[in-house]
């Protein structure tokens, strides 16, 4: 299994920089989706904002299920939160239709962007395709492609999607990370001259690709890809703003931030563990009771 998507250090954590370093924000809400996607982000980004001086209670994180409509009572408590004046944002791993109930309460309550500004990691092109985007428009999303990045990859990408699929369709973030990761094999199983696991697999160590940003992915030992991080705000044609670029960043296999996890190693080409402890100097083993 080789990772094409982000890892939190190529989303999650840029983006909480971001409010940190150029938004000012001093209080953070992390809202999510209850499943374990938003709960395992949300777990590293509080160790996180502590690292860097935001005290616990300056940290509301609050989880809702799929599908959840009265968000009245959850929009006043993170209002609430800046009551002493302090620069609220808010860091959303809310998932599906739940998302336009939240941005709309938000609107009711008078708080625009620049008020407590709000950046996504699950809403993309496709999500606000068709939607009214008018109570999104400033607010932010991080991810590691925006169909409006401007390369001639990009722009060819584009071309030929809406060829074959119409031009109303958009592009977005999954669709590139896919795209990465399709040629790769095929590059691998090319060199390898067979599609044998294994011999594709090691021949995947190192493969380089063009991103659609202009940049070159590159796949790890960790079995993660380099991706630039993108934060991109909302536009009132659906579309991303991009207002701020990294180079590459590699992709890390398990977070810094939470202790028991910070020890551990990905490397399968030369220890040939996705677990290794390096205090232990031992691979972990992961025994399933299926």
């Given amino acids: 299994m080789f990772y094409t998507g982000a890892a939190p250090n190529q989303q999650a954590i840029p983006a909480t920089d971001y409010f940190l370093d150029e938004l000012g924000v001093e209080k953070f809400a992390l809202?999510?989706?209850d499943y374990v996607y938003p709960r395992t982000t949300n777990?590293?980004?509080e160790s996180y904002l502590k690292s860097k001086g935001i005290a616990e209670e300056d940290i509301f994180v609050n989880y809702t299920p799929f599908g959840h409509s009265d968000w009245a009572t959850i929009v006043a408590d993170v209002v609430a939160l800046g009551a002493?004046?302090?620069q609220v944002g808010v860091i959303s791993t809310i998932n599906g239709d739940a998302n336009i109930g939240f941005y709309k309460e938000l609107a009711a309550a008078g708080i625009s962007a620049d008020d407590i500004p709000v950046v996504a990691f699950s809403v993309g092109e496709e999500e606000l395709s068709g939607l009214?985007?008018?109570n999104l428009v400033g607010h932010l999303a991080a991810w590691n492609y925006f169909q409006s990045a401007e390369s001639d990859d990009n722009t060819a990408f584009i071309e030929t999607w809406k060829a074959r699929m119409g031009e109303e369709r958009v592009t977005n973030d999954p669709m590139e990370a896919h795209y990465i990761g399709f040629n790769m094999w095929v590059n691998a199983?090319?060199?390898?001259?067979?599609t044998d696991v294994d011999a594709v697999r090691t021949a995947m160590y190192g493969q380089t690709f063009p991103n659609l940003t202009g940049g070159t992915a590159e796949m790890l030992v960790n079995h993660h890809l380099s991706k630039p991080v993108l934060i991109g705000e909302i536009t009132a044609d659906g579309?991303?703003?991009i207002i701020s670029q990294t180079s590459e960043v590699p992709?890390?296999?398990?977070?810094?931030?939470l202790p028991e996890l910070?020890?551990?190693k990905s490397d399968w080409k030369d220890l040939g563990c996705g677990m290794y402890n390096t205090e232990t100097e031992t691979c972990v083993q992961i025994k399933s009771n299926y």
């Fill in 262 to 264: 910070a020890v551990l």
């Fill in 239 to 241: 579309q991303f703003d």
């Fill in 132 to 134: 009214d985007t008018s």
């Fill in 189 to 194: 199983a090319t060199e390898a001259e067979t």
């Fill in 31 to 33: 809202l999510g989706t």
């Fill in 43 to 45: 777990n590293i980004l």
């Fill in 84 to 86: 002493d004046g302090k």
């Fill in 251 to 257: 992709g890390d296999a398990w977070t810094d931030y």
